[in-house]
T-cell receptor, first 115, second 117 residues
């Protein structure tokens, strides 16, 4: 079946540094990937839609300059949290769907802790 | 506006019992309704999904019941086991077009299920 790989699974960084999270579709091409943020015991909050070869579409309230998304190929999207602050600490999850077919497959998430 | 409403927020069931989680949606254009299971520290994993052309889909101990006129769907977990303890999310999306992968999925708020041995 379709698999989405996300790396790293955990990252701890100091305030003010930047962190890059990778999301790869392993056995299918994904023209669109999605980035979510999840707070403890809460649902997934869509941050942005990553489109291969074009700019990402950000949800209202999500700072595009802080959460940089690059979807340079049909199998890779990256989320860079720039100048991270403790309030950016969260669980970030990516997802992707096979073209023309459901379902949406999720990566295993990245636990970001900013100290 | 919450596109998909999910209840209950938490559920405790005895081992061997039936767990039932309910969801309701607003947009009649949705045509795909998956359920995801999430364990702590992991991403959601697809459990089972249904399209509105059928009223029920069963896979092992998991069944989705779908009521198109009421715009509701539910997950039933038969013979619930402690290993089923997780957070469950319903979702809705669509309409799906053959060349389109950009459909946004709308998620419910999640149900934390605890199955007591």
């Amino acid at each position: 079946g379709a698999v989405v790989s996300q790396h790293p699974s955990r990252v701890i960084c100091k305030s003010g540094t930047s962190v890059k999270i990778e999301c790869r579709s392993l056995d299918f091409q994904a023209t669109t990937m999605f980035w979510y943020r999840q707070f403890p015991k809460q649902s997934l909050m869509l941050m942005a839609t990553s489109n291969e070869g074009s700019k990402a579409t950000y949800e209202q309230g999500v700072e595009k300059d802080k959460f940089l998304i690059n979807h340079a190929s049909l199998t890779l999207s990256t989320l860079t949290v720039t100048s991270a602050h403790p309030e950016d600490s969260s669980f970030y999850i990516c997802s992707a769907g096979r073209q023309g077919r459901s379902p949406l497959h999720f990566g295993n998430g990245t636990r970001l802790t900013v100290t | 506006q919450q596109q998909v409403k999910q209840s209950p927020q938490s559920l405790i069931v005895q081992k061997g019992g039936i767990s039932i989680i309910n969801c309701a949606y607003e947009n009649t254009a949705f045509d795909y309704f998956p359920w995801y299971q999430q364990f702590p520290g992991k991403g959601p994993a697809l459990l089972i999904a249904i399209r509105p052309d059928v009223s029920e889909k069963k896979e092992g101990r998991f069944t989705i019941s779908f009521n198109k006129s009421a715009k509701q769907f539910s997950l039933h977990i038969m013979d619930s086991q402690p290993g089923d303890s997780a957070t469950y999310f319903c979702a809705a999306s669509g309409p799906f077009l053959p060349m389109n992968t950009g459909n946004q999925f709308y998620f419910g708020t999640g149900t934390s299920l605890t199955v007591i041995p």
